[in-house]
């Protein structure tokens, strides 16, 4: 027995393909990497805008605290050039 189906009767052998399973199987593996890889491009892009929106945050408290520190300094030349 070769492992095929019967085939019916009459007609040409070469009207039904048979199923290969291999090539089957290698490309819902193709499909599914495919997938996967789209899911992860997907997932890389949104981590990527988070760590963006985190640098922004981060550039925003250092020009801050920069600022603040600035403005105590003209405060403190300010109040000894009014003391003298």
Do not use: T
């Not at 992860?40 to 760590?51: K, M, T, V």
């Not at 985190?54 to 009014?82: D, H, K, N, P, T």
Request: aromatic share 10%; proline share 2%; glycine share 8%.
């Amino acid at each position: 027995m070769s492992g095929r189906s019967p085939r019916p009767a009459g007609g040409s052998r070469f009207l039904f393909d048979s199923f290969d399973a291999a090539a089957a199987r290698i490309e819902a593996n193709e499909r599914v990497a495919e997938e996967r890889w789209a899911a992860l491009d997907y997932r890389l892009a949104h981590i990527e805008g988070s760590l963006e929106r985190l640098e922004r945050r981060i550039w925003v408290m250092v020009y801050g605290v920069a600022a603040f520190l600035l403005a105590q300094g003209a405060e403190a030349v300010l109040s000894a050039a009014m003391g003298r």
